[in-house]
């Protein structure tokens, strides 16, 4: 039995080396590489409480190694009897203080903490973005700028952005780990939360309330630029013309194809806040297509002819006429060409 | 009758047997052999969640099929495998304790035990049926309003049933340890079993009926268009979630107090030192239940209750930590200056040790609700609720099983095989989960049904999902030594691990009756004080006397049975009216069994003194 | 067989209700589930708290509940229940007959209460169109006095089965229990019947 539980201690060992070369997860996923005010205030007490449970954790470990090592059963003590000890009053007040005392060295921060992510004075003159949630994808509407967008929440580095978030369906969760810890978005009440980004990137954001089959794919990303570039793509999005006639020929059949398809009967172009379906308006920046697939024609064609493969349970299955290839791929087309802004993913480094 | 002369009679003589008991050792029989298979069955379903997340982007299971599977996983192992396993424990032990012949109820005990598993079976119909629950255990509204099919009325009904089954438990165990308690055997003087059995009692008595509730709210929306989590007509679908953890905070601690207990007795035993602190112990029991009902909300933290709210449930929920952390230290002083024998049962407490401590600590991390706005919902959540429900119920439930199967059985479990069982339980319950903490902190939501490339999760999970096998391989071994066991297991003496408290006092398996005579309780660990300073024996309390025994009833089934099919009828009346036939039928059983019990005098039988003169001591 | 005594009616001790451990565990047990109906009841109300004023544009509490009926109802309860107490006095000293005629009271009066409120749903109804489906508000106050309309139906049904089954058999050690739980169970839905009055009616009216 020994050979294979030796065995067995050196493959949880080397599998333990493996996490730790693994490192701390992907760069702008993760919330062990906080790059924003809320992830780094929960990151600060991450590390408070895991410093003082590790203290208990090694007392304990401590403690037990030392009893099993030196009071297990010895030979020829088979029939010792121990004293019967009823307990010590010294003792036990000791191990009934010191976690009083630990539990308080993590409760006032945890306390403040909350406070301080709860404050959102500034909110009155800062951005203001309300969130939807949506089986299975996020609307951005911005509503003193005037801009609706979906999918992709564009804001300025190094300032506080006000969330007021609501749900159409089920409850959804808006998370993005590197910037911020998470906030149910119910469907009765406005939550809000506030986040703030420290350098640009493109932070992927995650549902974290299971809301049905395709809960695991609701993502989103969040797109910190500069002040400069945010207040350029302000600028673009609000000087979008829906009607504008894309340029090349195949969009321009795309365009037609869209209208008599009735797309428009749930997908925005611009700024009307209609939003049955994601809002179409700078769709050829989007960094992903649904939400996590490459932004390529090949795979925005694939979801114009069968969305269920690719989400299932999504509410466009089945709510608009089948399309030929060709119209799959003019539509895509034009979709892809409608590009308002500069200000892309690729701005912020992605 | 022990299982020896159980085995002799036909098949059909022991089913009846069976299906008519209401003797508390034969139902502890039918709640391990029920609570098994649906532990089985979760751990099955357990593997298959692995298999699909042993690769990014897997498609083993479709979208649907693994929202099912998670929610039945969750349901199953919570509801109907670990606490009618602690149920077992209970039943087979907590009466021998307290020196009594039997519950308070022995009829309900028995109603009780259809009940949980009658509605266990119908919320498992649901697969059958290809409509299972797909919103979580938690079945959070309006989700679970808005879910298609059947799948959720299963849930409420499947759970409704058994939840009713187990509060019956609850009153059980309550009633039987305020009357029931030997000459002696004062409140001060109970072994911590039995005092956690008492005190998780009150927790079911409490908690369960908030579920009821939530329940019922659910069913009226899915089934007869009330409002109550429909936001267009006013409702709230927050509610449901105050009332789910309202029982369900309080339900952990009725997963994990009576292992508690469990631990107590292993540790006392095998370092063959009385419980250090004992009245430290108890108290702490109660302090850990009564403020399991205050922090309800710490699941709630992202709900958007405010600051003030989450600041005092975190607040609150830290406090627990402190009686918590008296009773790991309380046993390590157990120990301390014993004379240790590591025998499976101890292998397991002693393994119970580091891994509820992190358990424990973890829970302590997520206390803190700013930090908890990161680990919520992820798999760091994951990771905290196995390493508690695992490394602490499962661990407890086996270690108990190991200690008490003697008692159960009358044959001592094997050994060897129950330490290689531990060893690979150990090493893949830590692969499994310890990196799960990680994961969540890495950006994994949980129930997440695939995970996308190129995210580091990858390693992750293919470790956590080669644990989960390793896991797997120790279950099938503890199923294969209780087979060996009942085949070739070695016979168990009464007493055959120097015990310290009652249950050793009677043969393995007791005698029906469990004690000829009352005995005479003299102090805490009533029968190491016999064996050091008296003769080993028991002192009686009463003299040799016709004993009182309750007669055995097959109407405990036929109402469950009654309230299944009203079940199902139920679940498929908003189909088509013809299924109220059912509902109406079935009620009628079960209503009409309920009146010949209470229009029909049952007043048990005697076994004469001289019967029980005949019988070897 | 020498165990026959406890059948006895010419045997019977005083309070006789305690005297076996059966009488003894049905006590503890009842009141152990009264403690459980408590944790249900509250999770009602705390339900129909948070939902009393999403009437959805539906009749609120304010303009259909009549305080006149709901008073009555209200006096029938508790006089139901002070009558319970007079029959578990007789039980005590082993009058039975006077027992059972004082449980007739309760179950009359416990009829009353239960066609007042089967006339006040219908009124609601049929005159407001205020239905379980109106509102939430509508969902929350059916089920909340529903549930304990149910609880009264369930304690008569019981209360009725034991003074038919017991008529002729009298007092004894084995039904002695039976009657003083039902007599509990009885407060207890008289209790919750005041809360359902201040809470659901009187702030329904004032509040």
């Known amino acids: 039995m020994k050979g294979w539980m030796g065995k067995i201690k050196t493959l949880s060992l080397l599998s333990f080396l493996a996490v730790v070369l693994a490192g701390c997860g992907k760069e702008n996923l993760t919330a062990l590489v906080p790059k924003g005010y809320g992830a780094e205030t929960s990151m600060d007490l991450i590390i408070l409480s895991t410093a003082i449970m590790t203290f208990v954790f090694v007392v304990v470990f401590v403690v037990y190694l030392i009893a099993i090592i030196r009071f297990r059963k010895k030979k020829g003590q088979e029939d010792y009897i121990p004293k019967q000890v009823e307990g010590s009053k010294k003792l036990e007040t000791v191990w009934t203080i010191i976690p009083i005392i630990l539990v308080l060295i993590l409760a006032v921060p945890t306390v403040a903490a909350t406070f301080d992510l709860a404050d959102e004075s500034g909110k009155k003159d800062g951005i203001n973005i309300d969130v939807t949630g949506n089986q299975y994808w996020w609307h951005f509407s911005y509503p003193n700028e005037e801009i609706q967008t979906s999918q992709d929440l564009y804001i300025p580095t190094g300032e506080k952005v006000f969330l007021n978030m609501k749900s159409t369906d089920v409850i959804h969760s808006f998370w993005v780990p590197s910037i911020s810890g998470k906030m149910d978005v119910n469907p009765e009440n406005e939550n809000t939360m506030y986040i703030e980004a420290y350098e640009e990137g493109v932070y992927w954001g995650k549902c974290a309330e299971l809301c049905g089959p395709s809960h695991s794919l609701m993502d989103f990303k969040v797109i910190a630029v500069s002040p400069e570039e945010y207040e350029q793509w302000v600028k673009d999005m609000q000087s979008v013309d829906p009607k ?34 994601p809002n179409l308006t700078n769709f050829g920046d989007r960094s992903r297509i649904a939400g996590f697939l490459e932004p390529t024609k090949e795979n925005l064609v694939k979801w114009l002819q069968d969305p269920e493969s690719i989400k299932p349970g999504n509410k466009m299955t089945g709510n608009y006429p089948k399309l030929s290839e060709e119209e799959s791929d003019s539509i895509a087309e034009y979709l892809l060409q409608l590009k308002p802004s500069d200000i892309t993913p690729e701005s912020a480094g992605e | 009758m022990s299982t020896a002369t159980a085995q002799k009679r036909g098949f059909g003589a022991v089913l009846w047997d069976y299906l008519t008991t209401v003797d508390h050792k034969k139902i502890a029989h039918l709640y391990l052999f029920g609570g098994g298979f649906f532990f089985i069955l979760g751990g099955l379903e357990a593997l298959l969640i692995r298999i699909q997340l042993i690769k990014p982007e897997n498609d083993f299971l479709s979208a649907g ?31 021998l304790q307290i020196g009594a012949r039997d519950v308070a109820f022995p009829f309900l005990n028995a109603l009780g035990f259809w009940l949980f598993m009658l509605g266990g079976l119908l919320l498992n119909l649901s697969w059958i049926m290809g409509d299972a629950p797909d919103s979580g255990w938690t079945a959070y509204t309006p989700l679970a309003t808005e879910s298609p099919g059947h799948g959720l009325d ?8 058994s939840g009713a089954g187990t509060l019956m438990g609850g009153i059980n165990f309550l009633a039987t340890i305020v009357t029931m308690r030997a000459p002696g055997m004062t409140y001060m003087r109970m072994p911590l079993f039995t005092w956690t059995t008492f005190v998780t009692s009150t927790l079911i008595l409490f908690a369960f009926p908030a579920l009821t509730v939530g329940l019922f709210l659910l069913m009226f929306d899915r089934m007869f268009d009330s409002a109550f989590f429909d936001v267009t007509l006013g409702g709230n679908s927050i509610i449901w979630q105050h009332l789910f953890w309202i029982f369900g905070h309080p339900e952990v601690y009725i997963l994990i107090l009576p292992v508690f207990g469990i631990f107590s007795e292993v540790f006392a035993t095998f370092s063959k030192k009385r419980l250090f602190g004992y009245t430290a112990m108890v108290f702490a029991t109660m302090l850990i239940a009564f403020l ?15 600051p003030v709210a989450n600041s005092i449930f975190a607040v609150a929920t830290m406090a627990i930590a402190v009686p918590t952390g008296i009773k790991i230290f309380n046993w390590l002083a157990t120990m301390w200056g014993g004379n240790i024998t590591v025998s499976t049962a101890m292998l397991y407490a002693l393994g119970f040790i580091p891994s509820f401590t992190i358990g424990g600590m973890t829970g302590v991390m997520l206390a803190s609700s700013v930090a908890d706005y990161q680990y919520h919902d992820s798999y760091f959540v994951v990771a905290h609720f196995h390493y508690v429900i695992v490394g602490g119920t499962v661990f407890g439930i086996l270690a108990g099983l190991h200690y008490w199967w003697p008692k159960m059985f009358g044959r001592v479990l094997n050994e060897t095989l129950g330490k290689i069982t531990f060893w690979l339980f150990f090493f893949g319950f830590h692969l499994t989960f310890f990196i799960q903490h990680f994961l969540g902190l890495m950006g994994m939501p949980r129930r997440y049904w695939v995970f996308l490339k190129d995210q580091d999760l990858d390693l992750g999970n293919l470790i956590s999902s080669l644990g989960a096998l390793l896991m797997g391989v120790g279950g099938i071994l503890f199923l294969i030594n209780i087979i060996y066991t009942a085949a070739k297991g070695e016979k168990a003496s ?3 691990f120097d015990g310290r408290t009652l249950e050793w006092a009677v043969s393995s398996p007791p005698p029906y009756y469990n004690f000829k005579q009352l005995p005479l309780v003299r102090g805490l660990d009533s029968l190491w004080i016999e064996k050091r300073e008296g003769n080993g024996k028991l002192k009686p309390a009463e003299p040799l006397g016709d004993v009182h025994m309750p007669n055995g009833s097959i109407l405990p089934f036929i109402m469950s049975v009654g309230f299944t099919i009203a079940g199902v009828g139920f679940i498929y009346q908003p189909d088509n009216r013809t299924w109220l036939l059912a509902v109406f039928i079935g009620m009628g059983i079960a209503l009409g069994s309920m009146l010949i019990r209470s229009l029909k005098d049952d007043h048990g039988y005697y076994i004469s003194k001289e019967e029980l003169e005949k019988e070897a001591d | 067989m020498s165990h026959d005594h406890s059948l006895n009616p010419e045997t019977m001790p005083q309070e006789p209700e305690k005297a076996t451990l059966e009488g003894k565990n049905k006590f503890f047990g009842l009141w152990f589930f009264l403690g459980g109906e408590t944790v249900l009841f509250a999770s009602f109300f705390g339900t129909f708290l948070a939902l009393r004023n999403s009437t959805a544009n539906g009749p609120t509490g304010d303009e259909i509940f009549g305080l006149e009926l709901v008073f009555i109802m209200t006096m029938l309860l508790l006089t139901s229940s002070l009558t319970s107490v007079y029959a578990m006095y007789h039980m005590k000293n082993n009058d039975f007959k006077k027992m059972q005629l004082w449980l007739a009271v309760t179950a009359f009066l416990g009829i009353g209460f239960l066609g007042c409120e089967i006339y006040e749903f219908y009124h609601y109804i049929t005159d407001f169109g205020f239905t379980f489906r109106s509102s939430a508000f ?15 139906v369930f304690g008569l049904s019981w209360l009725i089965a034991l003074l038919v089954r017991n008529a002729k058999r009298g007092l004894n050690l084995y039904n002695a229990p039976k009657f003083n739980t039902f007599s509990l169970y009885w407060h207890f839905i008289d209790v919750v019947w005041v809360f359902i009055f201040t809470v659901v009616y009187l702030m329904g009216k004032v509040g």
Not at chain 2, 154 to 161: A, D, E
Not at chain 2, 292 to 306: E, Y
Request: charge should be negative; proline fraction near 5%.
């Open chain 1, 244 to 277: 504008a006639e894309p340029q090349d020929a195949v969009a321009q059949d795309g365009k037609a194809a869209f209208e008599e398809n009735n797309c428009m009967a749930c997908h925005a172009i611009g700024s009307s806040p209609a939003a049955v379906g």
């Open chain 2, 65 to 95: 099929l693994y929202n099912e599977m998670i929610t039945m996983h969750g349901t199953t192992m919570i509801f109907l495998a670990a606490m009618p396993l602690l149920l077992a424990l209970m039943n087979a032990i907590m009466p």
């Open chain 2, 154 to 161: 299963y849930y409420v009904l499947g759970l409704q049933i």
């Open chain 2, 292 to 306: 399991g009902f205050m922090v309800w909300a710490h699941h709630m933290f992202t709900v958007g209750l405010g």
């Open chain 2, 494 to 496: 009464a007493d055959p």
């Open chain 3, 138 to 152: 509508g969902s929350a106050f059916y089920t909340l006095v529903g549930f304990h309309g149910g609880h009264v």
